[in-house]
Protein backbone atom coordinates (compact mmCIF):
# COMPACT_ATOMS: atom_id res chain seq x y z
CA UNK A 1 0.00 0.00 0.00
CA UNK A 2 1.32 3.49 -1.06
CA UNK A 3 0.10 6.17 2.30
CA UNK A 4 -0.22 9.75 1.00
CA UNK A 5 -0.30 11.74 4.11
CA UNK A 6 -0.59 15.92 3.59
CA UNK A 7 -0.65 16.39 7.62
CA UNK A 8 -2.51 18.75 9.44
CA UNK A 9 -2.23 22.10 7.87
CA UNK A 10 -4.67 24.39 7.52
CA UNK A 11 -3.68 25.22 3.53
CA UNK A 12 -4.70 22.65 1.13
CA UNK A 13 -1.86 20.65 -0.61
CA UNK A 14 -4.16 19.52 -3.53
CA UNK A 15 -1.00 19.46 -5.70
CA UNK A 16 0.06 16.24 -4.40
CA UNK A 17 -2.79 14.21 -3.91
CA UNK A 18 -4.25 14.99 -7.48
CA UNK A 19 -1.20 14.08 -9.03
CA UNK A 20 -0.73 10.81 -6.79
CA UNK A 21 -4.08 10.23 -7.78
CA UNK A 22 -3.84 10.75 -11.03
CA UNK A 23 -1.22 8.21 -11.12
CA UNK A 24 -3.12 5.65 -9.68
CA UNK A 25 -5.77 5.73 -12.35
CA UNK A 26 -3.40 5.21 -14.88
CA UNK A 27 -1.80 2.27 -12.65
CA UNK A 28 1.33 3.44 -12.01
CA UNK A 29 1.67 2.93 -8.50
CA UNK A 30 3.62 -0.71 -9.10
CA UNK A 31 0.45 -2.36 -8.23
CA UNK A 32 0.12 -1.19 -5.00
CA UNK A 33 -3.43 0.37 -3.47
CA UNK A 34 -3.46 3.98 -2.27
CA UNK A 35 -4.81 5.20 1.01
CA UNK A 36 -4.52 9.20 0.77
CA UNK A 37 -5.02 11.16 4.40
CA UNK A 38 -6.45 14.40 2.93
CA UNK A 39 -6.32 17.10 5.81
CA UNK A 40 -7.90 20.73 4.28
CA UNK A 41 -7.21 19.51 0.19
CA UNK A 42 -10.43 20.59 -1.43
CA UNK A 43 -9.48 18.20 -3.83
CA UNK A 44 -11.14 14.59 -3.29
CA UNK A 45 -9.31 11.64 -4.13
CA UNK A 46 -11.14 9.31 -6.94
CA UNK A 47 -8.61 6.28 -6.55
CA UNK A 48 -8.50 4.74 -3.54
CA UNK A 49 -9.41 5.02 0.19
CA UNK A 50 -9.07 8.14 1.81
CA UNK A 51 -10.25 9.41 4.92
CA UNK A 52 -9.83 13.44 5.91
CA UNK A 53 -8.15 12.84 9.71
CA UNK A 54 -6.55 10.07 11.61
CA UNK A 55 -5.26 9.79 15.12
CA UNK A 56 -1.95 9.17 15.89
CA UNK A 57 -2.24 5.52 16.60
CA UNK A 58 -3.93 5.09 13.01
CA UNK A 59 -1.47 7.39 11.77
CA UNK A 60 1.53 4.89 13.49
CA UNK A 61 -0.30 1.92 12.34
CA UNK A 62 -0.57 3.02 8.62
CA UNK A 63 2.91 3.94 8.45
CA UNK A 64 4.16 0.79 9.97
CA UNK A 65 2.06 -1.50 7.46
CA UNK A 66 2.48 0.65 4.21
CA UNK A 67 5.32 -0.05 1.43
CA UNK A 68 6.04 3.73 0.86
CA UNK A 69 4.55 6.96 2.22
CA UNK A 70 4.55 10.27 0.12
CA UNK A 71 4.08 12.89 3.22
CA UNK A 72 4.49 16.63 3.30
CA UNK A 73 8.19 17.96 3.86
CA UNK A 74 7.52 17.41 8.11
CA UNK A 75 10.16 16.15 10.54
CA UNK A 76 7.56 14.03 12.36
CA UNK A 77 7.04 12.24 9.04
CA UNK A 78 10.14 11.49 8.08
CA UNK A 79 10.93 10.54 12.03
CA UNK A 80 7.78 8.08 11.81
CA UNK A 81 9.13 6.57 8.48
CA UNK A 82 12.59 5.85 9.53
CA UNK A 83 11.36 4.68 13.21
CA UNK A 84 9.43 1.34 10.97
CA UNK A 85 11.84 1.84 7.78
CA UNK A 86 9.45 2.57 5.85
CA UNK A 87 10.49 4.38 2.27
CA UNK A 88 9.46 7.78 2.57
CA UNK A 89 8.85 10.49 -0.73
CA UNK A 90 9.06 13.81 0.90
CA UNK A 91 7.14 16.77 -0.70
CA UNK A 92 7.51 20.03 0.77
CA UNK A 93 4.81 22.58 1.37
CA UNK A 94 5.46 25.62 -0.64
CA UNK A 95 5.19 29.05 -0.07
CA UNK A 96 4.72 30.71 -2.97
CA UNK A 97 2.23 28.20 -3.93
CA UNK A 98 0.24 29.28 -0.13
CA UNK A 99 0.62 25.97 1.21
CA UNK A 100 2.59 26.83 3.89
CA UNK A 101 3.71 30.51 5.90
CA UNK A 102 7.63 30.20 4.70
CA UNK A 103 9.71 27.48 3.14
CA UNK A 104 10.97 25.77 6.20
CA UNK A 105 9.91 22.42 4.95
CA UNK A 106 12.20 22.85 1.17
CA UNK A 107 15.46 23.47 3.34
CA UNK A 108 14.65 20.22 5.56
CA UNK A 109 13.91 18.13 2.67
CA UNK A 110 16.79 19.88 0.22
CA UNK A 111 19.38 19.08 3.51
CA UNK A 112 18.31 15.62 4.16
CA UNK A 113 18.33 14.72 0.36
CA UNK A 114 22.01 16.20 0.35
CA UNK A 115 22.62 13.32 3.24
CA UNK A 116 20.98 10.71 1.01
CA UNK A 117 18.40 10.19 3.65
CA UNK A 118 14.72 10.77 2.08
CA UNK A 119 14.02 11.16 -1.61
CA UNK A 120 12.22 14.81 -2.19
CA UNK A 121 10.46 16.26 -4.68
CA UNK A 122 9.37 19.47 -5.02
CA UNK A 123 7.86 19.58 -8.55
CA UNK A 124 4.95 16.71 -9.82
CA UNK A 125 6.66 15.81 -13.10
CA UNK A 126 8.95 13.91 -10.75
CA UNK A 127 6.87 11.97 -8.83
CA UNK A 128 6.77 9.50 -10.95
CA UNK A 129 9.79 8.67 -11.57
CA UNK A 130 10.90 8.76 -7.89
CA UNK A 131 8.10 6.71 -6.95
CA UNK A 132 8.75 3.59 -9.21
CA UNK A 133 12.71 4.08 -8.23
CA UNK A 134 11.67 3.94 -4.20
CA UNK A 135 9.43 1.02 -4.63
CA UNK A 136 12.62 -0.41 -6.82
CA UNK A 137 14.93 0.50 -3.76
CA UNK A 138 15.01 -2.18 -1.22
CA UNK A 139 15.71 0.87 1.79
CA UNK A 140 17.72 0.35 4.53
CA UNK A 141 17.18 1.06 8.13
CA UNK A 142 17.79 4.05 10.08
CA UNK A 143 21.83 4.53 11.55
CA UNK A 144 23.41 6.27 13.74
CA UNK A 145 24.82 8.15 10.54
CA UNK A 146 21.43 9.14 10.11
CA UNK A 147 19.94 10.27 12.93
CA UNK A 148 23.11 12.73 13.36
CA UNK A 149 22.18 13.60 10.03
CA UNK A 150 18.55 14.10 10.62
CA UNK A 151 19.46 16.18 13.85
CA UNK A 152 22.03 18.33 11.80
CA UNK A 153 19.60 19.21 9.66
CA UNK A 154 16.86 19.89 11.95
CA UNK A 155 19.65 22.69 13.54
CA UNK A 156 20.09 24.26 10.56
CA UNK A 157 16.30 24.57 9.40
CA UNK A 158 15.62 26.04 13.04
CA UNK A 159 18.94 27.97 13.07
CA UNK A 160 17.81 29.13 9.68
CA UNK A 161 14.37 30.62 10.72
CA UNK A 162 15.61 32.12 13.67
CA UNK A 163 13.90 28.77 15.93
CA UNK A 164 17.03 28.73 17.88
Request: aromatic letters at 6%; one cysteine or more.
Amino acid sequence: MIFLTVGTEKYPFDRVVQEVDRLAGLDRLGGEDLFVQTGSCTYTPQHGRFQERLSYGEMVETVRDARLVIAHGGAGSFMLCRQFGTSLIAVPRLHRLQENLDDHQVLFCQRLTEQGLMTAVEDMKDMEGAIAATLADDGESSTDHERACLIEALRETTSQWGLM
